[in-house]
């Protein structure tokens, strides 16, 4: 019996031991995950060096300095040895986080988290990002310079992950169950495809062509205007167009003679352009710096995440030194300066996303009628590894000439629900003449104006506004990118996919994209608010972000004299809310005619704030909540957001606030779903104000400062970026919001923050990032950075002169050397 229980308990120690040690389906191998010897329990914060480092593919000495923030500063003798230790440093602390963007763009997270992940892969490889990626990367053959890049920071990289036993990988390869792959300039391609996606992958033509359908041209010339009520546009009202423009294209005879005519209304969506995506930047001239010589500062607003969206180098060859932040996955510097320049990046939000109505021949989507004929589509067959699966998925495709129809049919599971099905995609994301690395490149070794104005014809897209500044006291700003040439309003509704005059006609020419420097106001500037005023001669969309950041960096640098780097810090953290300045007079007079606000807690709080969205005022948190719960009261009856038959977007908030101001009788502030009166101005602005109060009261209860302080009501994450339970940091208080110069929102905010104060000899520069360098959550160096960036500190940036410099904020140095 002794020896049957011992067999039996040997078995049953072998069998959970072969279990433990293998997959079980999209589960990892859970034995090696909790072993003490080379599981999780490995991934400490060790923060050490070795004193050299030999690596197979290095040709000269590189030394490599770690300061106080774990920053690595990189002083290579050659170009190759630089980009191969700069791959090898990122991925050394960000190799998941690169993996996990290319995955996602390349529409592969199913093979590492399973079936959970198919509808989005779907909808990204259907997005075209993939097969885009690849072309480009062949393209880049063809370039002697960036091949070199890309191969040796490729290369470097591959040094990293060819070193790594199990026991060595970051704990999410670990708790996921997978290893990395190899790295290419492919990977890095999607790496640049993924914020393309980010930045300028959202439509509002199904939106506006169901309004068009419903209520017709008047009205949506009416609403939805062309250009805002206020604005302070990026290229200064006055600014002269020195150039003579190209023939734009004709608005077709059938648009001009019935704007709304249509098959029918769209019963259509797609994800708009998120309001949090946006960003800051701007440069004062030597007129109003203390220092005599222009300050840039950038701080550019994404989604917030551990590891963050950035990572800090210094890159120093014989022939250029410069300092930023950069894409993990992509060799060099894309915000940042040098000893004579300093450059930022902001979003333009131009319209480069057009959806065409398409007309098939049969089911078979084979055939498409265009320009009087029968067209071929083209067919690609997509497929899909599914961990746990044994079989692959596959998925057809049709492209169109206008690019990819991302749905043939209607269902359930599709990713994006109600997006067109049987629309074709025209996107600038897809064009294959990407030269952006090059950009960056020549941004990095620039020295004065000529030099940015040259990078600059290498840059496509997503088109960006370039901010400039040198210490030869030129500033300059350029909204730059490829941008298509159309005729007005072509792309505000969808498209007819058969007609030849709605294909975009060509390109803005790239030196004629708007452009101002050294404007006499003494600063540029930019928060992603319209290019241009309407006299620039082309069309570049009818939307872009909201007038108020704008207008207030405007105000602040307008007003400043004697800048210095904290007198921009200062403007980077600025909460004053001008909606609120433009909204609450007009708003608070009819409230203050509502006797039921007499003694009202919340209405005496609107009364009495400041209009600073600061962490613990009350004043932001009902207002916030209040302007939209007021616009929904204004259009939710006739512009329904949400229906699943005609969804539509609502006009603007400087529309709506315009017409509370100045068109007080406006019909559309009846509700056109109640039949027993004819709701007015007043009728709205008081119940969506007393709305507002209930809502907020059920959820937080009696008005208290301290559960009603705005900083707990809006409570800023940090998730992790692939939303692991513990490895982010939940409720950090700060103020700001959405249309606050510090626009921080529950889930992104600024990603970067950067102030440069040139000098003849050497710059003096600050920043820091709402994370760290490390992308390991056991590390010191993973989140080191938020209670700073929360408030609203800057680090002073360690720029080295040459390697041997010495500072008492140097850890350790590496010496890398070639393995023989």
């Known amino acids: 019996m002794k020896f049957i229980k011992f067999f039996v308990s040997l078995l049953l120690a072998a069998g959970l031991t ?5 997959p079980l389906g999209a589960l990892p191998a859970l034995g090696k995950l909790f072993s003490p010897f080379e599981g999780f329990w490995q991934n400490g914060g060790s923060t050490s060096s070795p004193d050299e480092l030999k690596l197979e593919g290095i040709k000269e000495e590189v030394s490599v300095t770690f300061d106080d923030n774990r920053v690595p500063h990189v002083f290579a003798q050659n170009e190759d040895d630089l980009y191969f230790t700069q791959g090898y440093l990122v991925a050394q602390d960000r190799l998941w986080q690169m993996e996990f963007y290319t995955l996602a763009a390349s529409g592969r997270l199913s093979e590492v988290v399973g079936e959970r992940a198919i509808e989005l892969d779907r909808y990204n490889r259907r997005m075209g990002m993939a097969e885009t990626a690849k072309k480009i990367a062949a393209s880049y053959k063809q370039d002697d310079i960036a091949f070199k890049i890309l191969t040796a920071y490729s290369a470097g990289v591959n040094a990293y992950i060819n070193q ?17 792959e190899e790295w290419s300039p492919y990977k890095t391609i999607l790496m640049l495809m993924n914020m393309r996606n980010v930045l300028n992958g959202g439509s509002e033509d199904f939106r506006m062509s169901n309004a068009l359908a419903k209520y017709g041209a008047d009205v949506v010339k009416d609403l939805f205007p062309d250009y805002p009520v206020i604005e302070s546009p990026i290229i200064p009202v006055g ?62 607003h994404l989604q917030l995440t551990l590891p963050s969206i950035w990572y800090q180098m210094q890159l120093s060859t014989p022939t250029m030194n410069v300092y930023g932040a950069c894409l993990p996955g992509t060799p060099g510097v894309t915000i940042g300066f040098n000893k004579d320049v300093a450059w930022g990046v902001t979003n333009v939000g131009s319209d480069v996303m057009d959806f065409y109505q398409i007309k098939f021949k049969d089911k078979t989507q084979k055939e498409y009628w265009y320009n009087g004929a029968w067209k071929p589509t083209t067919m690609l067959i997509e497929e899909f590894k599914i961990k746990g699966k044994s079989k692959p998925l596959q998925d057809t495709v049709y492209y169109t000439h206008h690019g990819p129809v991302l749905y043939n049919h209607a269902s359930e599971n599709n990713f994006a629900k109600n997006v067109p099905i049987g629309h074709a995609m025209k996107w600038v994301g897809h064009e ?20 940015y104005r040259k990078a600059l014809t290498y840059y496509k897209a997503p088109a960006q506004n370039f901010v400039f500044a040198d210490n030869n006291n030129d500033i300059a700003i350029t909204p730059n990118g490829k941008l298509p040439l159309k005729w007005k309003e072509q792309g505000k509704f969808i498209l007819d996919g ?5 294909d975009w006609q060509g390109w803005i020419p790239a030196d004629q994209n708007p452009t101002v420097k050294n404007p006499p106001r003494g600063f540029v500037s930019s928060a992603n608010q319209f290019s241009t005023d309407p006299t620039y001669p082309y069309y570049l969309g009818w939307r872009f972000a909201p007038a108020e950041r704008g207008l207030r960096i405007n105000e602040r640098l307008e007003a400043m004299q004697q800048a210095t780097h904290d007198s921009l810090r200062s403007v980077q953290n600025d909460n004053f809310n001008l909606e609120a300045r433009r909204l609450l007079p007009e708003v608070i007079k009819i409230l203050a005619a509502d006797p039921r606000n007499k003694g009202n807690a919340a209405y005496e709080t609107l009364v009495k704030w400041n209009m600073k969205n600061d962490p613990y005022e009350v004043g932001p948190t009902i207002f916030e909540r209040w302007v939209k719960e007021l616009r929904y009261w204004v259009w939710e ?30 019909k559309w502030f009846d509700n056109v779903n109640t039949t027993d009166k004819v709701e007015t101005v007043q009728d709205i602005v008081q119940n969506s104000f007393k709305a507002t109060v209930d809502s907020l009261t ?3 209860g009696p008005l208290n400062a301290d559960t009603w302080a705005w900083t707990k009501v809006k409570s800023t994450d940090i998730n992790h970026l692939g939303r692991l339970e513990g490895f982010g940091r939940q409720d950090i208080p700060n103020g700001g919001g959405p249309g606050i110069v510090n626009a921080t929102s529950e889930t992104h905010g600024p990603s970067w923050r950067m102030v440069v104060e040139l000098d003849k000899n050497w710059p003096k520069a600050y920043g820091l990032y709402p994370g760290g360098q490390s992308g390991n959550p056991g590390s010191p160096y993973y989140d080191n950075m938020v209670d700073k960036w929360a408030k609203g ?17 140097i850890v350790s140095t590496t010496k890398v050397i070639g393995k023989k």
């Open 164 to 180: 790594l036993s199990y026991k060595k990988l970051p704990v999410e390869y670990k708790i996921i169950g997978y290893r990395p």
């Open 793 to 809: 500190e800057l680090n002073e940036l360690l720029f080295m002169k040459t390697k041997d410099e010495k500072s008492s904020r």
């Open 18 to 22: 072969y279990i433990f040690n293998r």
């Open 498 to 502: 058969s007609n030849p005059a709605h």
């Open 239 to 300: 600014t002269k167009w020195d150039f003579t423009p190209v023939p734009v294209p004709s608005v077709p005879a059938e648009i001009a003679a019935n704007p709304a005519a249509k098959e029918g209304a769209l019963a259509y969506n797609i994800a708009a352009p998120a309001p949090e995506i946006g960003s800051n930047n701007w440069a004062v001239g030597g007129g109003k710096s203390a220092t005599g010589l222009p300050i840039l500062a950038n701080d550019p």
């Open 698 to 700: 059920a959820k937080l």
């Open 432 to 451: 294959l003449d990407n030269t952006d690395l090059l950009g960056f490149y020549y941004l990095n070794h620039a020295k004065n104006y000529d030099d």
């Open 637 to 666: 009856d006739e512009f329904a957001s949400q229906s699943t038959t005609q969804p539509m977007t609502y006009p603007t908030k400087d529309r709506t606030w315009d017409m509370i101001k100045n068109q007080p009788t406006a």
